[in-house]
């Protein structure tokens, strides 16, 4: 008998279990299947997303907000949308609350070590930084001292030199693989093993994006440091964001802008020509950024090479083998820039007043050409629009694409416009100059510069089209195949989307996951409580060499996988578009928490 019982427990656990993770059928979506054929059908036999990936990362790139190509890439994307009969296709300014002051290029980059033995120096100069006065030669010198005190043995000593500004890097050799798809382990693990703490849609500082998610707090937690914490401390870095640096940070420095400001205003007032600095990957590979924010006139020209040559130097260098390097390096400011997102509809028919969104970042970094960051989830999204209009399809709801304009710059093209027609938040009036912060003041003072992704944090102020949105689905996550979505903690699209992918499982999404996903575009519309959601893509090589780096080019995309991202981006709009009701809402996030 006893037995008997505990095969009966047995047989119940394992009914639970196999309960637990059979897919949820509660919401009875209706599923076209004939149009989703369509879709699939013009998606991946009649793609034109390479084409378009070329336009925009061979053509018309790269593409750093505020720089004339930005603006020839959006008059690209324009004129494309028309041609397909999209509609109310524009680009629609922002209103530059954000201190975006100039647009910049490089424009000639040419640098080479001319003794004792030539060689060529590959390289980036650092966004926003001025180029040199012409040809200019000089020595280069090794200063690896930080501190005012240590860089005062220099005084004197640096006039006419190029500074080496870290120490030489080790790089290791990839001893892994670094292209990688997600295997049905690791996506059962993430819908099935999410960490706690995930319903809030919180994505808490230092994780990257599909990382596993560290618990969250329900509630804001109490301030751990004082309000007027550095700002560098409030950015979350879900995804290594090239956030402003300064020109020539120490290696491993992380003491913000002030140290490397007194720094490099140290080289600047003893004459030096530039800085170099390299990462220490190597491989040839760097990556780039720059602060938007530095005053021209008081910057240095600053360039990022490749640990090799870099390492090179260094080494002759600690032999007392002097080097010298020329240079010539034009780079050109644009003041007071345009600043616009490129948007284009294909109008619903019933509820054409209700709107569903696709989108992606225009802008990008400029080492190499942005085609994965973001020229794939643009021109993904631009051929959804365009499968969506070819095959005819009707929907419902409008379907309405947004191309943001200074994401690399913290998400301000996409919060701009989220604040202009959904919702956003007025900057609390800043504390007076020198008046220590009220206590549990927001940290982020009013008008504060440098990017981030915060944004003003007071109360939130709705437009009425708040209500008119039923999702917005974005692409940044690279060139690698769209496996499932994550819900950012929105439960109840769980059970919607777990039908919706049905029809694309054989395309290989399976997976819809409570965790969340950070660093882009979508928490734009989740931190004011709309559905904004990314999808799990794989990671093929993205962060390992492309991701804001000298190698982000058309040879990193991956023609199978932008072709399906499409397909599956045009299937969820389509089913968005036509589904009986709006997607579920979360609650709304919690007044002065900052949408992440
Ligand atoms: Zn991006």
């Known amino acids: 008998m006893k037995k008997n019982r505990v095969s009966v427990l047995a047989l119940v656990a394992a009914m639970m279990v196999l309960l637990s993770i059979l897919p949820l059928r509660a919401t009875n979506e209706v599923i076209n299947y004939t149009d989703i054929n369509k879709i699939k059908t013009e998606g991946m036999q009649r793609s034109q997303v390479m084409e378009l990936s070329s336009w925009l990362s061979d053509v018309y790139a790269p593409r750093l907000m505020g720089s004339p190509m930005y603006t020839k890439a959006a008059d690209w994307a324009i004129a494309k ?39 060529p120096i590959p390289g980036t100069p650092t966004a926003w930084t001025p180029g040199t006065n012409g040809l200019v030669r000089g020595e280069a010198v090794l200063v690896t001292a930080t501190t005012l005190e240590d860089l005062a043995a220099y005084k004197g000593k640096l006039k006419g030199k190029w500074i080496l500004t870290q120490a030489v890097p080790d790089v290791a050799a990839y001893w892994t693989v670094i292209s990688k798809r997600y295997t049905l382990d690791e996506l059962a693990a993430m819908e099935f093993n999410p960490a706690p703490g995930l319903e809030f849609g919180v994505t808490p500082p230092g994780q990257r994006a599909g990382a596993p998610i560290i618990a969250a707090p329900a ?9 007027a914490a550095p700002a560098a401390a409030q950015q979350p870095a879900q995804k290594p964001q090239a956030q402003p640096q300064p020109a020539a940070p120490a290696a491993g420095q992380r003491g913000g802008f002030g140290a490397a400001n007194a720094r490099n205003e140290f080289f600047r007032a003893e004459g030096v020509l530039g800085t170099l600095s390299t990462a220490p990957r190597g491989h040839g590979i760097y990556t780039i950024g720059g602060n938007r924010a530095a005053d ?13 040559q870099y390492g090179r130097i260094g080494r002759m260098l600690a032999k007392k083998v002097p080097v010298t390097i020329e240079a010539d390096i034009k780079s050109t400011y644009y003041p ?14 019933d509820k054409a007043d209700e709107i569903v969104m696709l989108g992606g970042h225009l802008d990008s970094w400029h080492a190499a050409t942005g085609a994965a960051d973001d020229g794939c989830g643009v021109t993904a999204m631009m051929e959804a629009m365009r499968i969506l209009k070819a095959t005819g399809v009707k929907l419902r709801r409008t379907v309405r694409i947004g191309l943001w304009g200074a994401e690399e710059q913290g998400l301000i093209g996409s919060r701009e416009y989220v604040a202009a027609h959904f919702a956003g938040r007025q ?48 692409i940044d996550n690279g060139t690698g195949a769209i496996r499932g979505i994550y819900l950012q903690g929105n439960d109840a699209a ?13 395309m290989g999404v399976t997976t819809v996951t409570i965790r969340n996903t ?23 090589e993205y962060n390992a060499i492309i991701h804001h780096t000298n190698l982000d080019t058309y040879e990193r995309l991956q023609p199978n996988d932008m072709m399906k991202d499409a397909t599956i981006a045009a299937v969820f709009a389509y089913l968005t578009a036509n589904r009986e009701d709006k997607i579920p809402r979360k609650p709304l996030p919690i007044q002065g928490q900052r949408g992440r």
Do not use: C
Request: no cysteine.
């Open 81 to 119: 949308m028309k041609e397909w009969g999209l509609v109310n296709v524009k680009a629609e300014p922002w209103v530059n609350r954000n201190g975006f002051d100039r647009g910049w290029t490089n424009d000639k980059y040419y640098m080479e070590v001319v003794s004792p033995e030539p060689f």
């Open 219 to 227: 509630a804001p937690a109490p301030q751990a440091k004082p309000a």
């Open 296 to 308: 021209p006139a008081t910057t240095l020209p600053a360039v990022v090479i490749p640990a090799e």
């Open 336 to 349: 007071n820039p345009q600043v616009f997102n490129v948007v284009g509809e294909l109008p619903g028919t």
């Open 427 to 474: 900057a609390p009036a800043a504390p007076a100059a020198g008046a220590p912060p009220a206590a549990g003041a927001p940290p982020a003072a009013a008008g504060q510069r440098g990017g981030g992704f915060g944004g003003p944090l007071g109360p939130l102020e709705f437009k009425p089209e708040y209500d008119k949105l039923s999702a917005y689905y974005n």
């Open 494 to 506: 769980g059970p919607i989307f777990r039908e919706w992918i049905e029809p694309l499982r054989g």
């Open 518 to 540: 950070g660093g882009t575009d979508h928490q734009s519309f989740d931190g004011v409580g709309l559905p904004g959601f990314q999808f799990i893509q794989d990671e093929t």
